[in-house]
């Protein structure tokens, strides 16, 4: 449990770290980023420095930085299920060619 629980902090504190960066990149100041938003200075803060907001407050930071399109495929299903369906599906759709002759 505490190894997830330190895997998931990490990740949200380089959540935060990569909308600050996206935020300079785009030269926003944090109070403009929060009036694009919708949301308060205090949230894009807090967010950027820990990676902690609520989801509808990340999508808002996400869609006033242009970052939308993840969410978006954020829980999309698989193309397979596991990786024998993916060999399966591949191998069943090649079709087969010339081989090529070895060179003396």
Known sequence: MI??????????????ARARQLRIL?????GELATRAGVGVATVQRFER???????????????????????????????RSLDEAFARTYATRTPGKRRRKAP
């Open 3 to 16: 190894e997830t629980e330190l895997g998931v902090d990490r990740m949200l504190r380089g959540l935060g």
């Open 26 to 30: 785009r030269e926003l100041a944090q």
């Open 50 to 80: 820990t990676g902690r907001a609520a989801m509808e407050s990340v999508v808002r930071i996400a869609i006033a930085l242009r970052a939308e399109a993840v969410f978006e495929r954020l829980f999309e299903a698989p193309a397979y």
